[in-house]
């Protein structure tokens, strides 16, 4: 294979993004060097079991694609700024949708999420870690070898262009020859693998790890949207798993799952991925429905309203998420029968979604609110999403969505369901949880800028999206005349996406200048709010609690602090255990990521010889007899007593 | 519950865990190979030219294959047996014997495959032989690593001894060696003997 093949040449764009990639890669390599950091990346962050730091560092790789998926949104608002643009021709224009798709879904919100839950859910349960720590280590650093290859499209071989639904015949070697889609079928592949295990591992976590006392209906609200989207994540992503597989057995060998020709069968792509795409909404969209009752009922100072029927929605919307998957193609040939019922079970999502949502209104209500940042994403959220969800219910008319399936509206329908209950989410988390990861709050005079720029933005870019779709403009069109009159909507809504960008930077000033400036020693309680993780340190000690909580009823930190009994004894230090460092995590995945993109390239003798790294890893962690450390006690009793003052 | 009436593999917390944790890991395998076998019903018919099932499918391999796999899950549970009353030789005996049945079950398969390949039915023949190479092949995938996952196990039970800490690990093993043996119940009744009748 020549190097023109294996390089993306030609685009003046990519070109200069190539540059930019090895320039900066050299300079990180140079300046890690440098600062001599080599070892302690390796010992406190490449190797590390800590469910603290490899939340951290999902949430760093969030950020990071949050950025990549935010510069293909950008190109594309570019492109249809204005009639007949030539930016971008069709078939970059095809890629960057594909691309800002999957990174935006897969590995922007996903990590976000999974990282929040990695920080929090042990700390709100009082445990000392997850049931599986090392397992955690690998799940991570298999996602991040997944992003990674599928980030590598970009410069080498090419992106995959069949969009992030990846449609069968589209998607087959016939029409679409190039590596692209074989990144997606693989990089997809390797991340999932990750995210079952982080699944187990919540399951698990949750139910055999909670503090004593912490009885099921104790449990804070976050915990148990991230159970409930845990159990989810093991019932759909197996489905994935197995159609990823036949795309790469078709696509590599030749076989003929989804080809009509020798008798596969497209509609068998689309029924498979939408079982595991149409819960994979609700995997993203439950824990940050978690959040959001953490934040508001902390800052509206009341106990959440509800909060049974709150557990109950989320368990009522796990379960029906799972039956509406044909709503995602009315249009392809069910009969009127199979299409209304998809109808009727679709719309019964929106009876306990409409629970909620007046469960929030109903804690705001006479309550002592706040406008904390964390707390403003989360008022701005109930609004925006209800638009969202509204037109929802519009889609799921089967009738009615015969006229509007495929075009601008939808993409509007979903941008409003995604942005508000995902970003909006994240963004909420990460201000409120960011002391206890830190020790710092981010300002909140910055904060107000990143939220009232994003916020304004978002709607400008849009809210127009919607008219121009019920117009008639079908959605993946790159360009269009100006005769359809769409120009000045598409223009307003390229220039909402520029405020969003400002409100980015803004965001990621805030977290600098956060870094450098920002106050320390904010107490372990920075919010004054209600559940577990606010009783210990900030930032959390490794070892989380020196003495694991015991748990007397529901918002059990609140009352005790109102009753003042908090305090630490002295005699309860004992020596704590942890497990160690494990270098295999990362060992492994990098070797799948190695496998990974010969397997790409069609190289099978490479990838049967690089496979045999994977073996190797497998083998040392299997004879890996390393039971972990004790921390003795005289090291907690000092750390303790560095936050809480002298100890009882 | 007191230590002498619980079995070794369950005595410590963070062992009580991991097999739970294969048991959430197990649901996720039968979503899995639910999808495998829906997906082969779905294009079952679908032979494009190419021979069907029962133009291919030999009876008597497919019983002795799965005479093989059902006893060496017979022979796991006498080697748990033996495990839970701490006769080491024994264990390591009826492990050896569940894994040369689960290398005769293999050997079989394969021969099986070559069989329908020289018959014209390779995996890229039709939709119904894709579906049916992948779905016995992710079972054969899974005898495959089995065999491997338990000979490791068979080195570290050899230099350790029963312990709490190997016995759970052995334990989860043959869980998942059960398991196999249950998806194989599946594919002898819904792809064979549905697809010779």
């Known amino acids: 294979m020549s190097l023109d093949k294996l390089l993306v040449t030609g685009d003046p764009l990519i070109l200069f993004s190539q540059i930019a990639i090895g320039l900066t890669m050299v300079g990180l390599v140079a300046l890690i060097t440098y600062l001599k950091r080599w070892k302690w990346l390796w010992n406190e962050w490449f190797t590390t079991v800590d469910h603290k730091k490899i939340g951290i560092m999902y949430i760093i790789s969030g950020v990071l694609m949050f950025f990549r998926g935010g510069v293909d949104g950008l190109l594309m608002k570019a492109q249809t700024s204005r009639p007949d643009m030539e930016f971008l021709d069709a078939q970059h224009y095809d890629e960057i949708f594909t691309t800002h798709g999957v990174i935006m879904i897969l590995f922007m919100a996903m990590p976000m999420l999974i990282g929040i839950m990695n920080v929090v859910v042990p700390l709100q349960i009082g445990a000392r870690d997850v049931a599986f720590p090392k397992l955690n280590a690998l799940s991570f650093w298999l996602f991040f070898a997944g992003a990674m290859l599928f980030n590598l499209s970009f410069v080498v071989g090419g992106s995959p262009d069949a969009g992030w639904t990846s449609y069968f015949p589209l998607a087959g070697k016939e029409f679409t020859p190039g590596v692209g889609n074989n990144y997606y079928a693989i990089a997809l592949q390797i991340a999932g693998i990750g995210t079952l295990a982080t699944g187990i591992n919540f399951v698990v976590t949750i139910t055999k790890m ?34 990823l597989a036949y795309m790469s057995l078709d696509r590599l060998f030749g076989t003929h799952f989804f080809t009509v020709a020798a008798g596969g069968d497209p509609m068998l792509w689309l029924n498979l991925f939408w079982l595991w795409g149409h819960p994979e909404v609700y995997i993203v969209v439950l824990p940050a429905f978690g959040m959001f009752s953490e934040i508001i009922a902390t800052f509206a100072r009341k106990n959440l309203f509800g909060y049974k029927s709150m557990v109950f929605a989320v368990v009522g919307i796990a379960f029906l998420s799972m039956l509406v998957w044909v709503h995602h193609f009315y249009t392809m040939g069910n009969s009127a029968a199979v299409n209304s019922i998809f109808s009727l079970t679709t719309m019964m999502i929106a009876i306990p979604t409409g629970v909620k949502i007046f469960n929030w209104l109903f804690t705001l209500r006479k309550g002592r609110i706040e406008f904390t940042n964390p707390m403003l994403w989360s008022l701005a959220f109930i609004p925006c999403f209800t638009i969202g969800g509204v ?42 949880w960011w002391p206890k990861m830190f020790g710092f709050k981010l300002n909140e005079k910055i904060g107000k800028w990143h939220f009232w720029l994003f916020v304004i933005g978002f709607n400008f870019t849009f809210m127009p999206m919607f008219f121009v779709g019920l117009d008639g403009m079908s959605r993946r069109m790159y360009t269009y005349s100006e005769s359809t009159g769409w120009g000045a909507w598409l223009g307003f809504s390229a220039i909402g996406s520029l405020v969003m960008a400002a409100g980015f930077a803004a965001f990621c000033y805030n977290i600098y200048w956060s870094f450098r400036y920002a106050e320390r020693n904010v107490g372990n309680d920075p919010w004054n709010a209600r559940t577990l993780e606010w009783a210990t340190a900030s930032p959390a000690p490794h070892y989380n609690f020196a003495k694991v909580p015991e748990v007397d009823s529901l918002d059990d930190f609140w009352y005790k602090k109102k009753a003042g009994k908090l305090g630490l004894k002295k005699s309860d230090i004992k020596p704590i ?9 990362i060992f492994i995945s990098v070797a799948f990521g190695i496998v990974g993109f010969f397997l790409v390239f069609e190289w099978f003798t490479l990838a049967i010889i690089s496979s045999v790294l994977i073996i190797i890893g497998l083998i040392a962690n299997t004879f890996d007899y390393d039971d972990g450390y004790h921390i003795p006690a005289e090291e907690v009793e000092e750390e303790e007593r560095e936050w809480r003052g002298e100890l009882e | 519950m007191t230590q002498a009436n619980t079995p070794l593999e369950y005595r410590s917390q963070q062992h009580q865990m991991n097999i739970f944790g294969f048991w959430v890991f197990l649901g996720a395998e039968i979503v899995l190979f639910s999808t495998l076998f829906a997906s082969y019903f ?85 939709g119904f032989t894709a579906a049916f190479f992948t779905l016995l092949g992710t079972h054969g995938a899974h005898v495959t690593f089995g065999i491997f996952w338990i000979s490791l196990l068979l080195v570290q039970i050899a230099r350790r001894g029963i312990t709490e800490k190997t016995a759970s690990k052995f334990f989860i093993a043959s869980l998942y060696w059960h398991f196999l043996d249950v998806v194989w119940i599946f594919i002898f009744t819904f792809v064979y003997l549905k697809g010779m009748m």
């Not at chain 1, 104790?218 to 159609?243: D, E, K, N, Q």
């Not at chain 2, 017979?74 to 080697?79: R, S, V």
Request: net charge neutral; aromatic share 14%.
């Open chain 2, 42 to 126: 779905v294009l079952e018919h679908n032979t494009a030219g190419g021979p069907a099932g029962q133009d291919i499918f030999i009876l008597k391999d497919v019983l002795i294959e799965t005479f093989l796999l059902l006893t060496s899950s017979f022979t796991a549970g006498l080697a748990i047996h033996s495990m839970r009353s701490m006769q080491k030789r024994n264990l390591i005996i009826w492990t050896i014997v569940t894994l040369l049945l689960g290398a005769g079950f293999l050997y079989m398969e394969i021969n099986e495959f070559i069989h329908y390949v020289h018959e014209g039915a390779s995996i890229q023949t039709s």
């Open chain 1, 391 to 432: 037109t929802g219910v519009m889609l799921a008319m089967a009738a009615a969505d015969y006229q509007y399936h495929n075009t601008m509206f939808l993409v509007a329908h979903f941008h409003y369901v995604l942005i508000p209950g995902v970003v909006f989410a994240v963004f909420a988390a990460v201000y409120y």
């Open chain 1, 210 to 243: 909670r503090a004593p006392g912490l009885k099921w209906m104790r449990l804070p609200i976050f915990t148990w949207s991230t159970f409930v989207t845990s159990i989810i994540i093991v019932a759909a992503f197996p489905i994935l798993t197995v159609a």
């Open chain 1, 577 to 585: 255990h942890m497990p160690s460092n494990s270098w295999t995590p």
